[in-house]
Every structure is written in structure tokens, then in C-alpha cells.
């Protein structure tokens, strides 16, 4: 596809796509479920409940992260995560876009 048919598609539904690819492997449905009931999660947490590589880990939390959900903040030699405000409502806009 060509960067200038990317064009024809609304702010609405990029935004749509974006959410909906960061969700869509379990691995990341974990991650944003421990996170829901946690203030914050470190690489290590992250690793320990997805049973999966340091680098594995890494990849799914980039693209959480590309997509909006979460941010991470070094602190103290750990990267640590956190849930974005808004994030459960952008989830949960998922199905009014379709409907629309």
C-alpha cells in the first residue's frame, strides 16, 4: 500500500487499527490486565507473569507503548510501566468505531 492511500482513512479509524493491533496478542492482554491492578510493573514483573525472554517482552510493551496504552520511566537502574489515562475508554471505543 502507498503512503498516499493512507490518506483515505479517518483519524477515527488509524487510531482504531493502532489500539486494536496492540491488543491483539495475549501476551499483551496480560500485560495490560496486570498493569489494571497494578500502579506500576518493572521488566522483570512483566517477564515473570508472561513466562516469555527479556526481549520478547520488550517488543510487546514497544508496541503498547507505540500504541498509547502504557509509558515507562526509568527509575532507579529498572524500567518501570505504567497504564496510560484513557486507555480502557480507548479499548472500550473499539466497538463504537465499528458501529459507526
Known amino acids: 500500500m502507498g503512503a498516499s492511500k493512507i490518506k483515505v482513512y479517518t ?3 488509524k487510531s482504531f487499527a493502532r489500539v486494536a493491533k496492540a491488543i491483539g496478542h495475549p501476551a499483551r492482554v496480560a500485560i495490560i490486565q496486570y498493569l489494571s491492578k497494578e500502579s506500576y510493573a ?3 514483573d512483566l517477564i515473570r507473569i508472561t513466562n516469555l525472554s527479556e526481549a520478547t517482552v520488550h517488543q510487546h510493551l514497544k508496541e503498547l507503548a507505540n500504541a498509547g496504552l502504557i509509558a515507562g ?3 532507579e537502574r529498572q524500567h518501570h510501566y505504567r497504564i496510560l ?3 480502557f475508554e480507548r479499548i472500550e471505543n473499539l466497538k463504537k468505531v465499528i458501529e459507526s
Open 11 to 13: 483519524a477515527s479509524q
Open 85 to 87: 489515562p484513557g486507555t
Open 42 to 44: 518493572t521488566n522483570k
Open 73 to 75: 520511566r526509568f527509575i
